[in-house]
């Protein structure tokens, strides 16, 4: 560190600290006027086939994973830097109907089927990112915590029993609420020494008890509404209770080393019963909107006002979760901007590769392209973007969620490390529903999987044959036959 004069006084100068670091990047995003000045014919520049758009967002991830004491301020100035390019050079881009639509605003939120842009996307993220933020809290303070370790085993097999019991969870809550109840317990059983690669399987277990069910994470439930069977995405458990096992023996044995369980609960435990009211009541009005009205933030608040007039509300809470929540917003908006408008043939290959892609790439735009594109196996594609995620801290709202309580996880280089075995967990987890169930592409609404004889386009077979199936297609459960017309 460098060390200036500045009248009559030493000063320390660290380039990668405090405000340089948002002159360092805003410096950077120059670096690509040369490309913006050589566009033309109203195409946005690129350099070879990339898109600037990307390269801009891959500067900022990588911005957020050097500097991860100043994550909030580089996902801002990412996105800033990437809204001033679309508006500039891209004559394809319109603001008001990326974010709101081309329909009236009242006419969608009367109508959910109206629905439009990323508005709605975005203001229920944040509603539930700080709602839940005020659930986790008043959960820790009903006494609950401090009671479980009485039923927890005081071994190792304690802290792998609570990943059981948050992946349980998650399959009917969001997982946001399941890893913020769970990470509230690992606080007080643990003694607030939590191990990173715990903190990393408390985030996994949420995302992997989320894949299999339709009510369990926005991207099958997005599923659901697009028409997909809640069956033909239920067994994306056999990867993720896979999945499951591995990494939850090791990280189980990695908190056990840095800090036991407690062994009994504290004396004179008092459970709160009008917190668990209000906490139950948030998880059933969050259940209920989100299938009555595609806005499970709405019944969680509306819990929440409800509660306030019958005991204290920990709003304070939501000042605490706000930056974290926002940096998340900022990287969700920052990636539907992104000019993703098509992906590679549906395959098993696609989805193993998309589940790398979320970890960094949010996966709600990415499973929109999916349901678009259709001849998906929506089981394997809901475990891939579900459960990759896990794989870096800001890859899910979970993880934002969860890290907001933990600020020491927002490290990417720590949480690679320490939680290598996310990433292990995810690649055996994958093959083995592949191995097991094969590709066995399904049905939306809209889109049929009739003319798909294999995985690569639904118009490639002739009419009126029926097509051999692929030995790729097959799991060693049996065979999965796909006809056509």
Not at 118 to 136: D, K, P, S, Y
Not at 443 to 460: A, E, G, H, Y
Request: hydrophobic share 50%; net charge positive; charged share 15%.
């Amino acid at each position: 560190m460098k060390q200036l004069r500045h009248k009559d006084r030493l000063v320390n100068f660290n380039p990668f600290s405090g405000k340089y670091i948002y002159i360092i990047l805003i410096l950077l995003s120059f670096l690509f006027i040369p490309m913006f000045v050589l566009a033309g014919n109203g195409v946005p520049p690129s350099i070879g086939k990339i898109r600037v758009e990307f390269i801009l967002f891959a500067l900022t991830l990588i911005g957020v994973a050097v500097f991860h004491d100043k994550t909030f301020y580089v996902a801002i100035i990412g996105l800033s830097v990437i809204l001033i390019f679309k508006f500039i050079f891209d004559p394809a881009f319109h603001a008001g109907e990326h974010f709101f639509g081309s329909t009236n605003l009242i006419t969608q939120v009367i109508h959910k089927d109206m629905r439009q842009g990323e508005w709605g996307i975005l203001l229920n993220l944040l509603g539930l990112l700080l709602g839940f933020a005020i659930l986790a809290k008043l959960f820790e303070e009903s006494g609950v915590p401090d009671y479980l370790p009485k039923w927890l085993p005081n071994d190792w097999k304690g802290p792998f029993v609570l990943l059981i019991f948050i992946f349980i969870l998650s399959s009917f809550l969001d997982n946001i609420a399941a890893a913020l109840i769970g990470g509230t317990i690992a606080l007080v059983v643990f003694n607030k020494k939590v191990h990173m690669g715990y903190i990393a399987a408390i985030v996994a277990a949420s995302n992997a008890g989320g894949s299999g069910s339709v009510v369990g994470d926005t991207t099958t439930t997005m599923m659901w509404i697009d028409g997909v069977s809640p069956f033909n995405v239920l067994h994306a458990y056999i990867a993720a209770g896979s999945a499951l096992l591995i990494f939850s023996w090791y990280a189980s044995k990695q908190q056990d080393k840095y800090h036991p369980i407690k062994k009994d609960p504290q004396p004179g435990i008092k459970i709160r019963y009008g917190n668990l009211i209000v906490v139950f009541a948030m998880l059933v009005g969050a259940i209920l909107s989100n299938i009555y009205y595609d806005m499970p933030a709405l019944g969680v608040w509306v819990a929440i006002l409800i509660g306030s007039l019958f005991l204290k509300t920990p709003w304070k809470e939501v000042s605490s979760s706000l930056k974290g929540s926002i940096f998340l917003l900022c990287l969700v908006t920052s990636a539907s901007l992104m000019p993703v408008n098509d992906l590679p043939p549906a395959s098993w290959m696609t989805a193993f590769i998309l589940g790398f892609v979320s970890a960094v790439f949010d996966n709600i735009p990415l499973t929109k392209l999916c349901l678009e594109q259709g001849c998906y196996d929506w089981g394997m594609l809901a475990y891939s973007v579900g459960f990759g995620g896990s794989m870096i801290w800001f890859g899910s709202s979970a993880g934002v969620a969860l890290c907001n309580r933990f600020p020491e996880a927002r490290h990417v280089g720590l949480w690679l490390r320490k939680g290598w075995h996310i990433l292990l967990a995810y690649i055996v987890g994958f093959f083995v529903l592949y191995l097991i169930n094969g590709w066995v592409p399904a049905d939306t609404r809209d889109i049929k999987v009739k003319d798909c004889p294999c995985i690569d386009c639904p118009d490639q077979s002739p009419k009126g044959k029926t097509s051999a199936i692929l030995p790729t297609d097959r799991g060693i459960m049996g065979i999965h036959p796909v006809s056509v017309k």
